[in-house]
């Protein structure tokens, strides 16, 4: 298997919790991204983290990597209703044509 | 930027009937992709277009579906004698050309399929 696994599956919080999901990956990589899918609509990049950093934030997002480990890991603070959706990590090994393997992603209801 | 763009959204047909489906991607991106996605699993890729040149195709893209983009712009989708399991969303995405990591992807709302 070439894609990222996230994990859990599914993930239920309420509103002003935070939200972790985690994501293993089998290979070297030269990047990592984490996409958002709406339900019904098409992926939303959110953030890219290098295999040479460590961490990254993105307003409510924290993203870290441990490529010893072959991990990743999404935060999202005090979250939203609006967060709903799936999230799906997606790694790229250093080819120049982009094509991106996705896993099942995480499923993250927030509850109002 | 006004985004990628898919046409159309809904797409119903009877089984054996052919279908085609449109993507405009952002102007300025001479990478596009299509990827298929059924419920609860990530988008599979499909195909890859550099400009106009097709440099990749995956094993999911029998010989009944034809993927074009004839002036390096717009893309089209075909698949022919459509079966039950092409019951699936299509998304396009595009991305800029890169000299080294690969750009994000931008996508469009896809088109679903539903086959009767």
């Known amino acids: 298997s070439q894609q990222g696994e996230e994990d859990p599956q599914a993930l239920s919080i309420q509103e002003g919790e935070n939200a972790t999901m985690n994501c293993s990956y089998k290979?070297?990589?030269?990047?990592l991204q984490w996409y958002r899918q709406n339900s019904g609509r098409g992926l939303v990049h959110l953030i890219l983290?290098?295999?040479?950093?460590r961490e990254k934030h993105s307003g409510r997002l924290r993203v870290t990597l441990d490529t010893s480990k072959k991990s990743s890991s999404l935060l999202i603070t005090a979250s939203r209703a609006a967060d709903t959706a799936s999230y799906f990590c997606?790694?790229?090994?250093?080819?120049?044509?982009?094509?991106?393997?996705f896993g099942r992603g995480t499923q993250l209801t927030v509850w109002p | 930027d006004t985004g990628v763009s898919q046409d159309p959204r809904h797409k119903i047909t009877k089984r054996g009937q052919n279908v085609t489906f449109r993507c405009d991607p952002i102007?300025?991106?001479?990478?596009l992709y299509w990827y298929r996605q059924t419920l609860g699993q990530g988008p599979e890729f499909l195909t890859y277009?550099?400009?106009?040149?097709?440099?990749?195709k995956s094993r999911l893209l029998s010989d009944r579906f034809s993927a074009e983009r004839p002036k390096g712009s717009f893309s089209t989708l075909e698949i022919q004698r459509t079966e039950q399991g092409d019951s699936a969303m299509y998304l396009c995405?595009?991305?800029?050309?890169?000299?080294?990591?690969?750009?994000?992807?931008?996508f469009g709302d896809g088109t679903r399929l539903s086959i009767l």
């Open positions: 290979t070297s990589i030269n990047n």
């Open positions: 997606v790694y790229d090994r250093g080819s120049t044509l982009g094509r991106l393997y």
């Open positions: 102007s300025e991106h001479n990478r």
């Open positions: 995405a595009s991305s800029p050309q890169s000299t080294g990591a690969n750009q994000p992807q931008h």
């Open positions: 277009f550099q400009n106009e040149a097709q440099l990749e």
């Open positions: 983290i290098r295999s040479n950093e």
